[in-house]
Structures are given as structure tokens and as C-alpha cells.
């Protein structure tokens, strides 16, 4: 069985200040933003977009993680976060 979200999640909670664990989210953050480079419409807020798609794929982690309702449910918030997201893009 490998490690699950929550595992992910707490790691970077207790290991934030360790070097590798800033390196491979800066990793991640910079895979993200190849994908929001390719969708923003106005470059000026390429940036603030990477931002705030890193923090809302974050947000939603967790909150799959400390929820008690479905998956399906959680799924369906997800997209509809997605959306929400993508379309200020």
C-alpha cells in the first residue's frame, strides 16, 4: 500500500521547513504552472493564477482528508472547484 494524500499532507505540515520537502513542492508548484501557463488568458496574472490553482488543489486535499462525506461528494466538489478556478483563468 503506498502513501495517501493525508500522509502527503501531514508530511509537508511536520516537514515544511526540510529543504527537500520545499524542493518538491516547488517541483510540484512548477508542474502545475506548465498547465496554468497554457490556460491563462491574460499573462499579467499568470502568476496569481499558478497560486491560486496550487492552493485550491492543496485546499481540496485536505479537505478530502478531514471530511467525513463521500467520495463521490468529494469528487463533485472537486469539479466544481475546478470550474470555479479555471474559468477566472
Same mark, same amino acid.
Given at each position: 500500500?503506498?502513501?495517501?494524500?493525508?500522509?502527503?499532507v501531514?508530511?509537508i505540515?511536520?516537514?515544511g521547513?526540510?529543504?527537500?520537502?520545499?524542493?518538491?513542492?516547488?517541483?510540484?508548484?512548477?508542474? $502545475?504552472?506548465?498547465?496554468?501557463?497554457? &490556460?491563462?488568458?491574460d499573462?499579467?496574472? #499568470?502568476?496569481? =493564477?499558478?497560486?491560486?490553482?496550487? %492552493?485550491?488543489c492543496?485546499g481540496?486535499?485536505a479537505? $478530502?482528508?478531514t471530511?467525513t462525506?463521500? &467520495?463521490d461528494?468529494?469528487?463533485?466538489? #472537486?469539479q466544481? =472547484?475546478?470550474?470555479?478556478?479555471? %474559468?477566472?483563468?
Amino acid at each position: 500500500m503506498g502513501i495517501s494524500f493525508a500522509d502527503m499532507v501531514a508530511g509537508i505540515v511536520e516537514f515544511g521547513e526540510n529543504q527537500q520537502v520545499r524542493a518538491a513542492l516547488n517541483d510540484l508548484r512548477d508542474m $502545475f504552472g506548465q498547465y496554468i501557463e497554457q &490556460v491563462t488568458t491574460d499573462p499579467s496574472q #499568470l502568476e496569481i =493564477n499558478k497560486l491560486l490553482y496550487f %492552493e485550491m488543489c492543496i485546499g481540496n486535499i485536505a479537505l $478530502f482528508n478531514t471530511s467525513t462525506f463521500p &467520495v463521490d461528494k468529494g469528487v463533485q466538489i #472537486l469539479q466544481q =472547484n475546478l470550474k470555479r478556478v479555471l %474559468e477566472l483563468f
